[in-house]
Structure formats: structure tokens, C-alpha cells
T-cell receptor, first 114, second 114 residues
């Protein structure tokens, strides 16, 4: 299968706390895992990604973790701010010639409450 | 760089009519993707082209949907005999074939079928 499951679908957190979004994938050939953020009325934009040769990646308050054995990856937003409120999509893709279709999860609507 | 251009931004059709959506990828990007976004299903993969050749259309509803890329500067998604359930935001994205594989999304076309 190719499905990517993403949970939760809605996440409400208090400003300053952390937020976590979890995804699982089926295709064992997947080796590239991007995360996209979509603000209201905007198109999705890449915020961070991780490849299968890494277990952890961090940039500007975002941490992604990858557990290849469990086929699970997650996004953690530390010290959330109102500007972090948006839809977040995880995705999985095989990075091989001719076959890099990206399968997205259904999204998580993050609300950061003041 | 104008980014990915999609036209029209909004389209309203009557049930049974045809709808053609246009996408102009970022110059130099060799991969073009089409997605359909709804609240219920999230971001659904439809099809993608690499160097104008169709690579994978496994997400396309078979009977009424078709996509073409006649040249490197534009792609079209055509929906024949539109139905209310086709109402969605249709997103086009492009990416470099190699390298980071980040997908750059266009603003989308919001299709409403009455």
C-alpha cells in the first residue's frame, strides 16, 4: 500500500507549549519525508524534510523524528506561537528515478490558543 | 520567478459541463504534479509528469479526468461531465527532478460544480 496516515486531524495547544503530529506510512520503499504547512488561503509550503539516512532533524523550532522500523515519523513544534496555526501535511516518497510520487497524509489543523 | 501559475483561480460549472484547468510550472522544473484538495480527503495525488511524459496517473478517476502536458511550460487537467463531487481545490505543483525534491505549489483552482 501507499497510504500515509496522519494524526491528529485537529490539534489545539496553548501558546508556548509544544505540538506533535504523528504519521505512519505503508510503502517500505519510502525514503523521503517532507512536511508542508498551509496557511489559510495559501498554498502548501515545505517547512522541513528528512531522509531515511537520518533519525532526527531540527531547524528553527521544528524537530522531525523518523523510525524506519516502525514506519513512523513525527513533527514536533516547540514553543508554539499564533503564527504556527495552520494546516500541516506529512508526506512520504521514494527517492528513486522515475518514481518519486509523493503521498500526503490528510492533514492536521493546528490551533495555537493565546 | 513568478512561482507556479494556475488559472483560473475560481471556476463554477453546471453539472455535466466540462472544466479545463491550467498550470504553468516554474521554469526549469521537470516534474509537474496535480493534486485535489478537499476537507474530507486532504491532499489527494492525481497524476504527475516528468519531462512532459506522463509517469503515474494512478490517482486519476478513470472515466472523466484527463491530464496533458503538451510542452514544458504548461499542463492541463480536464474534467468532462463534471459532477458536484468534483468540487474541490485543484493544486498543481512542480519540482526539480533531482536535488531536494521540494514541491512548489501553485495557488490552486477552486472548482465548484453546481
Amino acid at each position: 500500500g501507499e497510504q500515509v496516515e496522519q494524526l491528529p486531524s485537529i490539534l489545539r495547544v496553548q501558546e508556548g507549549s509544544s505540538a506533535s503530529i504523528n504519521c505512519t506510512y505503508e510503502n517500505s520503499a519510502s525514503n523521503y519525508f517532507p512536511w508542508y504547512k498551509q496557511e489559510p488561503g495559501e498554498n502548501p509550503k515545505l517547512i522541513i524534510d528528512i531522509r531515511s539516512n537520518m533519525e532526527r532533524k531540527q531547524t528553527q523550532g521544528l524537530i522531525v523524528l523518523l523510525d524506519k522500523k516502525a514506519k513512523r515519523f513525527s513533527l514536533h513544534i516547540t514553543d508554539t506561537q499564533p503564527g504556527d496555526s495552520a494546516m500541516y501535511f506529512c508526506a512520504a516518497s521514494p527517492l528513486v528515478t522515475n518514481a518519486y510520487k509523493v503521498i500526503f497524509g490528510k492533514g492536521t489543523h493546528l490551533h495555537v490558543l493565546p | 520567478n513568478a512561482g507556479v501559475i494556475q488559472t483560473p483561480r475560481h471556476k463554477v460549472t453546471g453539472k455535466g459541463q466540462e472544466a479545463t484547468l491550467w498550470c504553468e510550472p516554474i521554469s526549469g522544473h521537470s516534474a509537474v504534479f496535480w493534486y485535489r484538495q478537499t476537507i474530507v480527503q486532504g491532499l489527494e495525488f492525481l497524476t504527475y509528469f516528468r519531462n512532459q511524459a506522463p509517469i503515474d496517473d494512478s490517482g486519476m478517476p478513470k472515466e472523466r479526468f484527463s491530464a496533458q502536458m503538451p510542452n514544458q511550460s504548461h499542463s492541463t487537467l480536464k474534467i468532462q461531465s463534471t459532477q458536484p463531487q468534483d468540487s474541490a481545490v485543484y493544486l498543481c505543483a512542480s519540482s526539480l527532478e533531482w536535488g531536494a525534491r521540494e514541491q512548489y505549489f501553485g495557488p490552486g483552482t477552486r472548482l465548484t460544480v453546481l
